[in-house]
């Protein structure tokens, strides 16, 4: 549940103290590791705070839920064990066999993943859409449509969907949006506030910031869905684990001064990538060209750390790029102080080939971190070459 006495401040004083209750037994100012699997019971049913397992709840991830509900401005925040995690669970509450899902034409390979491999054996179907085309979105709804799924900006294309327009559509058709808001994280934007029903995110990103753990959230600021939520986070039973929880939180602290760097790096990145010759295309929201500039600078407080580019050479060449690099890290993944370099086609979003999300053979994803951007810079012209 979230804390309503951090309502009215601001996000970087949220982001610190929110759920962050000094411990009543030793005044500790950063929540105990509670690594404790059960509770001790006064008397049977007497439970202290409400914990009897730790799967159905445990302090130090109660500290990360009320953090994650009060920077998303939702009234239930739930922590799992990854983003999947929290994907499977919000899909396995929300629909039933023979429901109908709006999926976007970019999005995470995992995503389309659990959609086409594993919630189609369920029984529900999907169908896609160019989110950032309100005509798109409306076209793909049935009269089976439960659920629009979209993510802004996209991964990897980074496209722009209004959320508010996409949300108002959902009303209409009887539906539910749910947006992926892991690349903005929710300093930059707030879905709920424009209209989304729930916000998903994987923890592991920008939220965690530092490569080191593997998590996922959901956010709504819908009572009885939270608690519908919550029921079947702990019948499926893929929580957050206290210490992974103990190290989102530590993460979060940093979230607003990490984002402002990531963005001020990214810009200055995406500069130089559109003058060098062996680029053919950037694409980077914060761009005035790009053609979902203006949502996003209607919805986002700045344009993030993301940028994809394509590169004179085709896949060979994009492949060779990754390969040179010496400051930008060779991985999956993203949201890390360090800058991370990727091939979608062949990593992120392998699973994606042949479908309508296929991504571009020449495209190089880049996840922009927090070192010098003059060394950053310098990495890339000589990896281009």
């Known amino acids: 549940m979230s804390d309503d006495s951090h309502e009215h401040q601001s996000f970087e004083t949220r982001a610190i103290h929110a759920g962050n209750t000094a411990d009543p037994q030793t005044g500790a100012v950063v929540p105990p590791i ?23 709840g445990n302090p130090t991830r109660t500290a990360l839920e009320e953090n994650l509900a009060a920077l998303e401005g939702g009234r239930r925040g739930l922590a799992f064990a990854s983003g999947l995690a929290a994907e499977d669970c919000l899909l396995r509450t929300l629909l039933s066999p023979g429901d109908h899902v709006v999926i976007p034409n970019d999005a995470y390979g995992g995503t389309f993943r659990l959609f086409a491999k594993v919630v189609s054996r369920w029984g529900v179907e999907w ?18 449509t439960k659920l629009i799924w979209v993510e802004t900006p996209s991964n990897p294309l980074l496209g722009i969907t209004d959320i508010a327009v996409v949300a108002d559509i959902a009303r ?11 690349f903005a994280s929710p300093y930059l934007q707030q879905p709920l506030a424009l209209g989304a029903d729930v916000v998903v995110h994987s923890l592991t990103k920008y939220m965690g910031g530092h490569s080191d753990v593997v998590g996922g959230a959901l956010v709504t600021a819908d009572e ?54 062996k680029v053919t295309k950037v694409l980077y929201p914060g761009l005035p060209e790009h053609p979902g500039h203006e949502v996003a600078a209607k919805q986002m407080r700045n344009f993030g750390g993301m940028i994809s580019f394509q590169v004179a050479g085709g896949e060979e060449e994009a492949v060779a790029v990754c390969g040179r ?12 102080v360090e800058s991370l370099i990727e091939h979608p086609g062949r990593m992120t979003h392998a699973s994606v080939a042949g479908s309508a999300l296929e991504v571009p053979a020449d495209l190089i994803r880049l996840s922009v ?17």
Do not use: C
């Open 127 to 144: 169908s896609v859409a160019d989110t950032s085309d309100a005509a798109s979105v409306r076209a793909a709804l049935t009269p089976k």
């Open 369 to 385: 971190g927090i070192e010098n951007a003059d060394d950053l810079i310098a990495d890339l012209t000589q990896a281009l070459g």
């Open 224 to 277: 009885a869905l939270g608690e519908e939520l919550a029921y079947h986070q702990n019948a499926m039973g893929a929580v957050a684990g206290p210490f992974d929880s103990w190290v989102v939180l530590r993460g979060i602290k940093t979230l607003a001064v990490r984002m402002d760097r990531h963005a001020e790096n990214a810009e200055k990145i995406v500069e130089v990538l559109q003058r060098h010759p």
């Open 325 to 336: 690099t010496r400051i930008f890290t060779l991985a999956e993944s993203l949201g890390g």
């Open 34 to 56: 509670y690594q404790v699997s059960t509770y001790k019971q006064d008397g049977v049913g007497g439970l202290r705070g409400g914990y009897e397992y730790s799967r159905s």
């Open 172 to 182: 209409t058709a009887g539906a539910k949006l749910v947006v992926d808001n892991t």
